[in-house]
């Protein structure tokens, strides 16, 4: 059970980037993935969710509209589409993978981090 986060870097605000999330994982239709973000001095927080089966989604509040999740099951990739960033932004981005009962907001709860992927946002 792998996963690998790419596609951080440095911009600029109003930029955008993607970032991507290899998913090696046995029955992962079972899973539900998620992109997770710390920034330096605060807790990780959620940032955006889907159901691998179903592709439905879920984002937090703070980036509804600006972000949008996907996947590509046939390549086994996750991603993160993050537009007209902010340097609130910038944070490590991981992804996770969970299944089983679970709260998709709660970062304890995932069974399964990518090493994670540092997006910084200057103004």
């Known amino acids: 059970v792998q996963l690998q986060a790419s596609g951080g870097g440095s911009v600029q605000a109003e930029s955008s980037l993607r970032l991507s999330c290899a998913v090696s994982?046995?029955?992962?239709?079972?899973?539900?993935m998620a992109w997770f973000r710390q920034a330096p001095g605060k807790e990780r927080e959620f940032v955006a969710g889907i159901k691998w089966n179903t592709g439905i989604t879920y984002y937090a509040d703070s980036v509804k509209g600006q972000f949008t999740i996907s996947r590509d099951h046939a390549n086994n990739m996750m991603y993160l589409q993050m537009n007209s960033l902010k340097p609130e932004d910038t944070a490590v981005y991981f992804c996770?993978?969970?299944?089983?009962?679970?709260?998709?907001?709660?970062?304890?709860?995932?069974?399964?981090w990518g090493q994670g992927t540092l997006v910084t946002v200057s103004s």
């Open positions: 994982i046995r029955t992962w239709n079972n899973y539900f």
């Open positions: 996770a993978a969970v299944t089983g009962r679970y709260n998709y907001q709660k970062a304890s709860d995932y069974d399964v």
